[in-house]
């Protein structure tokens, strides 16, 4: 049995093997991707705290990292590539965040108990969505089944962590639905030192800053939160089947102690929808219609801090931000068999918008635009083609994007007299970017348990709305000013991978490296006391070794390591160090699995060394290296209850895993408040089936 377990663990990341589901009405038929690509699914998600989504990948997968900002939310970094360098999809649809400090990353609009898998596509070798330059990460969302059953999920944790979910299918074999929802809400986690969000900001801030924790906000919850989803699957016809699904997420108060405001509100409204047809004729295999919307309210402010305390503000208010953020898209796909090549070719547009501004509460008049109501359409064509010669696989990637940018709201009142900012933006006010993405990949099998590959791929992302046009207060000179630089041009990721895979027995081997030449990399920088973007030039390389070994039929053992190094070639304006910001150091996993039965048992080991190759210049630091332990255990008590039980930080470390530099806006001048990761975590989840 082990073998079989390992055999297809080795078979499906690595050779073509196809995605079938047998739940799924139609069996997708095309080829698997052949570069470095990883996988976390459900029953991954489900040995975990399920609290957040950054957190459980950072757990499972050593090349992503964590960039802490609060209890959920916390931002990805994937071989060093960070915020829209990398894409982040649900379902295949783009989803952007309000907050312009990442306090709401994409990964953060999904509850965990939704996920279905995660597929991680490392590297520019992604033509079908638009900007996934450094990497594509997909959560894909379960989908209805046939039958009818009702899932309860209870899971309570330290500091009073509890998180209640149901959901219920129904479905026979022309329409299936499911429906769920989940509150959850926690307390304020503790450091290894037994800290709270709020203690840690107190003993790094100085008593007169106006940034701290009022008193009365001590022992405030670290966030609540409520999400409901639904998914509904019908089949028009045998080869016709129509999908749509909703969501709808409330995050309130979710203290971010490193930043300036918490968020009083995050609220995002999702509606997705695909249309698919297969063998349409000779030249259509499947024929995809997709549409999807988004729209995320963010309304962050300094309400529970100092700053808020009406005797210390003029206004007598407390100022809040409210930023909005709406995508929609629409894609047309097909893919076919054509000289015994599949093809696959698509149009893929979308509009993103981003409009902010900040007010002093309660007034409902706008004090100041931040981003000056901003689009960024795309339009795009691609093709993909993936042929087979004996051992050899073959596939090529190929995409064309033509991107307009426009910022609407340059005469909104609370910029137009400010000459300043007029004269900065002038005739900038609208941008367009013309780019061409390709790549090749070449997969050769020596034998049946080994292989090789080596890939070339360019991939491009265009400046965001904030990076383009964000306007910031300046204390020194105490005026509204230009923040962004509306020259950037767009970012260039030229990137060759190579990898080997072997199935030594009964142990499974993967190695992955990359070296990646950036070209006006969209690098975000201190200028005096100001922050502001700029290209420069860049390189990244690394590595990443995995280890998969039956030692038994019950125990395994994993292992995975991932390391990467970044410099600049170019230097921003007046700077000279040449590290690259956020490219996280050696990190490690070790796990040792026991399944039996109905028991399953997992220790695991993560550790990093000391983040030593910072960049000073824009608010990095020294991090000591770090390692913590976890356990797991799981036991179905009948065939319809299963208990889960966890210890993270098994040892109550206190340790700081990342970085978090000058993109955010954060407190502590030149050493911005790192957040430590939560100190011992006991967790239960109780699930139950009926
Ligand atoms: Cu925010």
Request: charged share 25%.
């Amino acid at each position: 049995m082990k073998k079989e377990i390992l055999l297809s663990i080795f078979l499906c990341s690595t050779i073509f093997a196809d995605a079938i589901n047998i739940e799924k009405v139609i069996v997708e038929s095309e080829p698997e991707a052949i570069q470095s690509s990883k996988e976390v699914d459900k029953e991954e998600v489900k040995f975990t705290k399920q609290q957040d989504l950054g957190e459980i990948l950072f757990e499972t997968t050593p090349e992503i990292n964590l960039v802490r900002a609060s209890a959920i939310g916390n931002d990805l970094i994937l071989r060093g590539f960070k915020r829209d360098d990398i894409n982040v999809l649900i379902d295949g649809a783009k989803i952007y965040g309000g907050c312009p400090n990442r306090m709401d990353p994409p990964a953060m609009h999904i509850s965990a108990s939704q996920i279905e898998k995660v597929n991680i596509k490392e590297g520019p070798f992604d033509v079908e969505n638009f900007g996934s330059m450094g990497a594509m990460i997909d959560v894909k969302t379960k989908d209805p089944k046939k039958g009818f059953s009702t899932n309860l999920s209870y899971v309570y944790g330290s500091f009073d962590y509890n998180k209640l979910s149901i959901s219920t299918n129904a479905g026979d074999d022309n329409i299936k639905a499911l429906f769920g929802y989940s509150r959850e809400t926690s307390n304020q986690y503790e450091d290894g030192d037994g800290k709270t969000l709020v203690q840690q900001q107190w003993d790094k801030l100085s008593k007169t800053d106006k940034n701290r924790y009022q008193n009365r906000y001590k022992d405030a919850r670290s966030y609540l939160r409520d999400s409901f989803w639904s998914k509904i699957l019908t089949n028009i016809k045998d080869n016709q089947e129509l999908k749509l699904s909703l969501y709808k997420d409330r995050a309130t108060n979710v203290l971010y102690p490193a930043f300036q405001m918490d968020a009083q509100l995050d609220e995002t409204s999702m509606i997705n929808g695909e249309y698919n047809i297969l063998n349409l004729s000779k030249f259509s295999k499947k024929l995809t219609f997709k549409t999807y919307y988004s729209h995320v309210r963010h309304d962050m402010g300094t309400e529970f801090r100092e700053y808020g305390v009406p005797a210390t503000d003029a206004n007598g208010k407390y100022r809040t931000h409210r930023v909005r953020s709406t995508m929609e898209g629409f894609k047309l796909e097909n893919s076919f068999d054509m000289y015994k090549i599949f093809w696959k070719i698509g149009v893929d547009i979308s509009k993103r918008n981003w409009d902010g501004v900040c007010l002093n509460e309660p007034s409902e008049t706008p004090k100041q635009v931040r981003i000056p109501d901003v689009d960024t359409k795309n339009r795009a064509i691609f093709l993909k083609g993936i042929k087979k010669i004996e051992n050899l696989t073959i596939k090529l990637g190929a995409r064309y994007d033509k991107t307009d940018i426009d910022a609407k709201k340059f005469n909104d009142p609370t910029i137009l007299t400010n000459q300043a900012i007029q004269d900065y933006y002038k005739d900038k006010h609208s941008k367009d970017y013309n780019d061409l993405s390709a790549n090749l990949l070449l997969k050769y099998a020596l034998n049946s348990t080994n292989s090789i590959y080596i890939g070339f791929g360019r991939g491009i992302r265009v400046p965001d709305a904030q990076e383009l046009y964000f306007i910031s207060y300046n204390g020194t000179k105490k005026t509204w000013m230009r923040q962004g630089n509306p020259s950037l041009k767009e970012s260039k990721n030229r990137e060759l991978d190579i990898g080997y895979e072997t199935l030594i027995g009964d142990t499974s081997i993967k190695l992955n490296g990359f070296y990646s030449d950036l070209k006006d990399y969209i690098y975000a920088y201190k200028n005096g006391t100001t922050l502001t973007w700029t290209n420069i030039d860049a390189h990244i390389y690394g590595g990443d070794l995995s280890v998969i070994s039956m030692l038994n039929d019950e125990i395994s053992i994993e292992g995975g390591v991932a390391y990467q190094r970044g410099k600049k070639d170019t230097l921003p304006p007046s700077q000279s160090d040449k590290d690259l910001a956020q490219i996280p150091p050696l990190k490690a996993r070790v796990a040792l699995n026991y399944e039996k039965d109905s028991y399953y048992a997992r220790a695991e080991v993560l550790a990093a060394s000391k983040y030593s190759n910072y960049d000073s210049d824009n608010g990095e630091q020294s991090i000591g290296g770090w390692s913590v332990v976890n356990l797991k255990v799981s036991k179905d008590l009948t065939n319809k209850i299963a208990l889960n039980m966890g210890v993270d930080n098994l040892f109550d470390k206190t340790y700081t895993v990342n970085n978090t530099y000058v993109g955010r806006s954060l407190i502590g001048g030149r050493d911005p408040l790192l957040i430590n990761e939560p100190g011992r975590f006991i967790y239960a989840n109780l699930d139950v089936r009926f």
